[in-house]
């Protein structure tokens, strides 16, 4: 891979695979011509401004990302949860609940469906996507096709769907939706091998460029999976690792930064460590790896919560935000959105109304926490339960 130190003469730069002098000696340039040699400008993309709006729409004071984008696979571990049958019904009536609770255009800016909730409607027939409009709550897709097995790896994985991700992207941006999910991960305790950063890095870069020439904001996301008996130092040290290795891939794909959006882990210990970290540990080194990190050209940062309770998730969102950043910091939760709505529904018609009452309560928390004005006082104990599970699967 080519490095270069920020103060090297310019001359060490190649350009266009030459480097200047070799232009200067060609025929195209007199030998004492003073001007500089500039690559190939970068096409601007079709979608540049209206993706600027949407990430700047998604990161929007106050509000979050809820994530329903489980694979069915995984929605229907979420519903056997509560002795419910994987059907599309089942599916649908659970989407339903969720998107059509009033006012949450409030707390949440924009939802990640699954590919068959995109094309879905209500039992009497409205479409999702335009349930979510009616919220002013941007509707995005996860587009990803899951993770596999990387050969030559530490028992690693890489994630798939590059193959006819551009037309699948275009059909998307036509149903209504306006961002995308990759979600890919990394283990700490695996490793990680250098071939899976690479592999995940590069995979990310190559759908957040395809993403944004669709008029999709990427949200970009390496999962750091909270699996592992680590301290949190070394957590910081594989995060930094991760992103500095994104954002070098992003850049050679010349996404623009203006128009994506990040979903990392928090740093935290290992879920098996012996200590856990309080909220305001976890806040300074999340902060201090992404201030390392991530340009503030970069509208969002929109945490996962990775097995964390309700709780906790929001309690370390809230650390956060208690001074400025240079980005807007937020939740794009699952799980740590999902729980209490699930416990209370059960599957039955006359639990909706109390269940959405339950989403409202979360997103609310969360947007208090987005603005740093959180206090847990008055959470219940089922908010509080944890929901690591070991080698989680999206
Ligand atoms: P969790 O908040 O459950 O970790 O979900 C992460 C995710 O990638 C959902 O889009």
Not at 176 to 186: I, L, M, N, P, S
Not at 205 to 225: C, F, K, M, S, W
Not at 307 to 328: C, F, I, K
């Given at each position: 891979?080519?490095?270069?130190?920020?103060?090297?003469?310019?001359?060490?730069?190649?350009?266009?695979?030459?480097?200047?002098?070799?232009?200067?000696?060609?025929?195209?340039?007199?030998?004492?011509?003073?001007?500089?040699?500039?690559?190939?400008?970068?096409?601007?993309?079709?979608?540049?401004?209206?993706?600027?709006?949407?990430?700047?729409?998604?990161?929007?004071?106050?509000?979050?990302?809820?994530?329903?984008?489980?694979?069915?696979?995984?929605?229907?571990?979420?519903?056997?949860?509560?002795?419910?049958?994987?059907?599309?019904?089942?599916?649908?009536?659970?989407?339903?609940?969720?998107?059509?609770?009033?006012?949450?255009?409030?707390?949440?800016?924009g939802a990640i469906l699954f590919e068959e909730t995109l094309y879905q409607s209500t039992t009497d027939g409205k479409k999702f996507v335009d349930c979510l409009r009616h919220e002013n709550i941007m509707p995005g897709i996860k587009v990803d096709k899951g993770l596999?097995?990387?050969?030559?790896?530490?028992?690693?994985?890489?994630?798939?769907?590059?193959?006819?991700?551009?037309?699948?992207?275009?059909?998307?941006?036509?149903?209504?939706?306006?961002?995308?999910?990759?979600?890919?991960?990394?283990?700490?305790?695996?490793?990680?091998?250098?071939?899976?950063?690479?592999?995940?890095?590069?995979?990310?870069?190559?759908?957040?460029?395809?993403?944004?020439?669709?008029?999709?904001?990427?949200?970009?996301?390496?999962?750091?999976?909270?699996?592992?008996?680590?301290?949190?130092?070394?957590?910081?040290?594989?995060?930094e690792k991760v992103w500095a290795e994104v954002f070098f891939y992003l850049a050679e794909n010349n996404v623009m930064f203006e128009g994506i959006l990040l979903k990392p882990s928090m740093v935290t210990p290992g879920a098996e460590h012996k200590e856990k970290a309080s909220p305001?540990?976890?806040?300074?080194?999340?902060?201090?790896?992404?201030?390392?990190?991530?340009?503030?050209?970069?509208?969002?940062?929109?945490?996962?919560?990775?097995?964390?309770?309700?709780?906790?998730?929001?309690?370390?969102?809230?650390?956060?935000?208690?001074?400025?950043?240079?980005?807007?910091?937020?939740?794009?939760?699952?799980?740590?959105?999902?729980?209490?709505?699930?416990?209370?529904?059960?599957?039955?018609?006359?639990?909706?109304?109390?269940?959405?009452?339950?989403?409202?309560?979360?997103?609310?928390?969360?947007?208090?926490?987005?603005?740093?004005?959180?206090?847990?006082?008055?959470?219940?104990?089922?908010?509080?339960?944890?929901?690591?599970?070991?080698?989680?699967?999206?």
């Open positions: 891979m080519a490095t270069a130190k920020l103060s090297a003469p310019a001359s060490q730069w190649a350009i266009g695979g030459r480097n200047p002098a070799d232009l200067r000696r060609s025929t195209l340039l007199p030998a004492a011509s003073p001007r500089r040699v500039a690559a190939a400008p970068i096409r601007a993309g079709s979608y540049s401004d209206e993706l600027v709006q949407t990430a700047k729409s998604i990161a929007s004071p106050g509000r979050g990302i809820l994530a329903i984008d489980e694979s069915n696979a995984t929605c229907g571990k979420r519903l056997a949860s509560i002795g419910l049958d994987n059907t599309e019904a089942n599916r649908q009536a659970y989407r339903q609940l969720l998107l059509t609770t009033g006012g949450l255009g409030e707390y949440i800016s596999v097995p990387l050969p030559g790896s530490n028992n690693e994985s890489w994630c798939q769907g590059l193959d006819g991700l551009a037309s699948r992207c275009a059909e998307y941006y036509k149903q209504g939706a306006r961002f995308a999910k990759w979600r890919t991960v990394v283990s700490v305790p695996n490793g990680p091998s250098a071939l899976a950063v690479k592999e995940a890095s590069w995979g990310l870069a190559r759908y957040a460029a395809i993403a944004q020439d669709n008029g999709l904001v990427p949200i970009v996301e390496p999962e750091i999976l909270l699996d592992g008996d680590h301290p949190i130092e070394r957590t910081l040290e594989v995060a305001e540990t976890i806040a300074k080194f999340t902060l201090t790896m992404l201030k390392r990190r991530v340009p503030p050209a970069v509208p969002g940062i929109m945490f996962l919560s990775g097995g964390q309770s309700e709780v906790e998730a929001t309690l370390n969102l809230n650390a956060m935000n208690q001074s400025p950043n240079p980005w807007h910091v937020s939740f794009s939760y699952a799980r740590a959105l999902q729980n209490s709505v699930l416990k209370t529904w059960q599957g039955r018609p006359e639990s909706v109304e109390a269940a959405q009452k339950a989403l409202l309560v979360r997103a609310r928390a969360n947007s208090l926490a987005q603005l740093g004005r959180y206090s847990a006082e008055g959470e219940g104990e089922e908010a509080k339960t944890g929901m690591f599970q070991k080698g989680y699967t999206y």
